[in-house]
């Protein structure tokens, strides 16, 4: 199946996947600019009446950036919706999404065909992040354009199956688009994605270190110091099990060696969970590649780099495969 338009013939086959608290117009802007989709939780924007002056200042810079520049027009963006019942801004934040027809719609625990059907109804194209084989046929049944496979070691609510498994599982039944997420942080990881058979590769820890990020910038050299060694699997902080640096746990005065288990009927994505991750901070395994504190466009010129190196070495620039 060809992608739809608005993901076909990316500068980079690369998603930045949206980051709670962490992704803004201004990470957004500079994601697209540097040819990778950028994205953001509608949810980051406080108060809600926020969302439409961020999707105002998107929509319009990147339109001026791709006047100025169209011999290097900028990647797509994307609005990350959280579709569970503890969102109780979702029919607010789909309605401003809706007045500036955001391209594409990446939705987050629990899929909702009404959420993809109005989408769709203004030429959104609506990606639904999974975790394992059962959840992807349940989105694509209810309406989802593509999936994004969440595999072990991502940054964030994340899976425990193995890439390669959760991705030749979809591959069996589904052919449409398909990115990958877990521990993808280098060029190499981005080629082996596709490799594996997903569309596009989908990175979010390593963006947190980069200037543009609204993190912290304790966050930020955490990120630079640790490597997946520092990684804790817990549901204690949402209710959805996730990957938490284990230095932001101690900090926050418990032991990331023993924590307890969470009760999943108490899961909230509202106030108190905002709180939690400001102090509480997401990161995936990839982040043992990350060594400094770079602006977005400087690390993506380092994946675009080493993206064509990997090619390069495995012999597909010789060889004609076409891998974009």
Not at 131 to 156: F, M, P, Q, R
Not at 266 to 284: L, Q, S, T
Not at 301 to 318: N, S
């Amino acid at each position: 199946m060809p992608l739809p338009a608005v993901l076909a013939n990316l500068p980079l086959p690369i998603i930045g996947s949206p980051l709670f608290i962490i992704s803004t117009p201004k990470l957004v802007i500079e994601q697209c600019k540097a040819g990778v989709v950028g994205s953001m939780p509608s949810l980051n924007a406080r108060p809600a009446s926020q969302v439409d002056d961020w999707l105002a200042e998107i929509t319009e810079t990147l339109a001026a950036w791709d006047r100025d520049h169209p011999e290097q027009k900028s990647a797509p963006f994307a609005i990350n919706q959280i579709v569970h019942k503890s969102n109780d801004r979702l029919d607010h934040d789909m309605a401003a999404c809706a007045k500036y027809r955001v391209p594409i719609i990446i939705t987050s625990l629990g899929a909702r065909a009404d959420v993809n059907e109005a989408a769709h109804a203004w030429g959104g194209v609506v990606l639904h992040d999974i975790i394992n084989n059962k959840y992807a046929h349940k989105a694509i049944e209810k309406g989802a354009d593509g999936l994004i496979a969440v595999a072990s070691g991502a940054g964030g609510h994340a899976g425990v199956k193995s890439p390669f498994a959760l991705i030749q599982e979809i591959r069996q039944w589904f052919d449409g688009p398909l990115a990958l997420s877990g521990s993808i942080a280098t060029g190499d990881a981005v080629l082996a994605a596709l490799a594996m058979g997903a569309d596009f590769a989908y990175i979010g820890s390593a963006f947190i270190a980069t200037e543009e990020a609204r993190a912290v910038d304790a966050y930020k050299q955490a990120i630079v110091d640790a490597n997946s060694d520092d990684i804790v699997y817990s549901n204690l902080f949402t209710g959805v099990h996730g990957n938490y640096l284990a230095p932001s746990i101690r900090n926050a005065g418990l032991d990331p060696d023993n924590l307890p288990e969470s009760d999943p009927s108490k899961m909230n994505f509202g106030g108190d969970a905002k709180k939690a991750w400001k102090d509480i901070w997401g990161c995936g395994q990839g982040i043992g590649a990350i060594d400094k504190v770079v602006p977005v466009a400087a690390y993506v010129a380092q994946l675009k780099a080493q993206f064509a190196a990997a090619k390069k070495r495995l012999g597909l620039v010789e060889a004609g495969v076409a891998m974009a």
